[in-house]
């Protein structure tokens, strides 16, 4: 069933038959004058959408993103043309309903989806309505969705320095010792022949630096979470009415 609660909901949906068949699409929505409730709406049928039919919503129902109404393509393209104007004059509206065969009743008027109601009172702007307005305004609605901002990962890879590091070494030096001849050397010292000719020989050593390489465990690095919270200022276009007053200055009291 099709209410004031959602009738903003059915403008520009697609309207389909009781036989299944697709008619167009919601134009306007018409408030009934004496309850407020929707009563007809106008979609566009023709080619390319270039005529509008009235259609009951007398037993309507929301499927989906689809309006289903108890009346067949062809009753609804056949239905009397009116004017989808601002208002439905007394004659158009008894016109419908003897087409879809229907009681007469007061209706409203709806323009560019918005439906208005009929009240007791005048309104030099058209239809009647009550002795007060009704102001609106549009609120910023602000939420927040979870959404995939990036990642990260661990990847590793070998890189080759150079180190420098002092390494001690040692080598063995010749030194020429010469000492006298004494009565405690004097038998080594004329063991040999008189006078002769011979050769020493020293074998000399030394350490070099040898450079070799080892793996050793230094750390572990490994990925981790955490969530932190941040403000961040949104803005947003809201339309909001503003009533305007019109009173004579004589010197009456206003309130």
């Given at each position: 069933?099709?209410?004031?609660?959602?009738?903003?909901?059915i403008?520009?949906?697609?309207?389909?038959?009781?036989?299944?068949?697709?008619?167009?699409?919601?134009?306007?929505?018409?408030?009934?004058?004496?309850?407020?409730?929707?009563?007809?709406?106008?979609?566009?049928?023709?080619?390319?959408?270039?005529?509008?039919?009235?259609?009951?919503?007398?037993?309507?129902?929301?499927?989906?993103?689809?309006?289903?109404?108890?009346?067949?393509?062809?009753?609804?393209?056949?239905?009397?043309?009116?004017?989808?104007?601002?208002?439905?004059?007394?004659?158009?509206?008894?016109?419908?309903?003897?087409?879809?065969?229907?009681?007469?009743?007061?209706?409203?008027?709806?323009?560019?989806?918005?439906?208005?109601?009929?009240?007791?009172?005048?309104?030099?702007?058209?239809?009647?309505?009550?002795?007060?307005?009704?102001?609106?305004e549009?609120?910023?609605?602000?939420?927040?969705?979870?959404?995939?901002?990036?990642?990260?990962?661990?990847?590793?890879?070998?890189?080759?320095?150079?180190e420098?590091?002092?390494?001690?070494?040692?080598?063995?030096?010749?030194?020429?010792?010469?000492?006298?001849?004494?009565?405690?050397?004097?038998?080594?010292?004329?063991?040999?022949?008189?006078?002769?000719?011979?050769?020493?020989?020293?074998?000399?050593?030394?350490?070099?630096?040898?450079?070799?390489?080892?793996a050793?465990?230094?750390?572990?690095?490994?990925?981790?979470?955490?969530?932190?919270?941040?403000?961040?200022?949104?803005?947003?276009?809201?339309?909001?009415?503003?009533?305007d007053?019109?009173?004579?200055?004589?010197?009456?009291?206003?309130?």
């Amino acid at each position: 069933m099709i209410t004031t609660e959602n009738v903003r909901d059915i403008v520009g949906a697609t309207v389909y038959g009781s036989d299944g068949e697709k008619i167009g699409k919601v134009g306007q929505v018409y408030l009934d004058d004496a309850t407020g409730q929707p009563e007809w709406v106008s979609v566009n049928t023709g080619l390319f959408g270039t005529s509008e039919s009235f259609v009951p919503l007398a037993d309507a129902r929301i499927t989906g993103d689809r309006v289903e109404v108890s009346y067949s393509k062809g009753q609804v393209k056949d239905a009397p043309r009116v004017d989808a104007d601002e208002h439905l004059s007394e004659e158009e509206e008894e016109m419908l309903y003897r087409h879809y065969g229907l009681g007469g009743r007061a209706t409203g008027r709806g323009t560019g989806g918005e439906p208005r109601r009929g009240t007791v009172g005048r309104d030099t702007s058209g239809p009647t309505t009550d002795e007060a307005m009704t102001r609106s305004e549009e609120h910023l609605r602000v939420g927040t969705e979870n959404r995939e901002a990036g990642r990260a990962r661990l990847r590793k890879y070998v890189v080759t320095e150079q180190e420098q590091v002092d390494v001690p070494v040692t080598r063995e030096e010749v030194r020429v010792e010469r000492e006298p001849i004494t009565d405690a050397n004097r038998g080594s010292a004329t063991s040999g022949p008189a006078i002769s000719e011979e050769e020493h020989e020293v074998v000399l050593h030394e350490e070099r630096p040898v450079v070799d390489t080892e793996a050793v465990p230094v750390e572990r690095v490994r990925l981790d979470k955490e969530t932190v919270t941040d403000q961040e200022k949104v803005a947003g276009d809201v339309r909001k009415e503003r009533i305007d007053t019109d009173v004579p200055d004589r010197g009456e009291r206003r309130r």
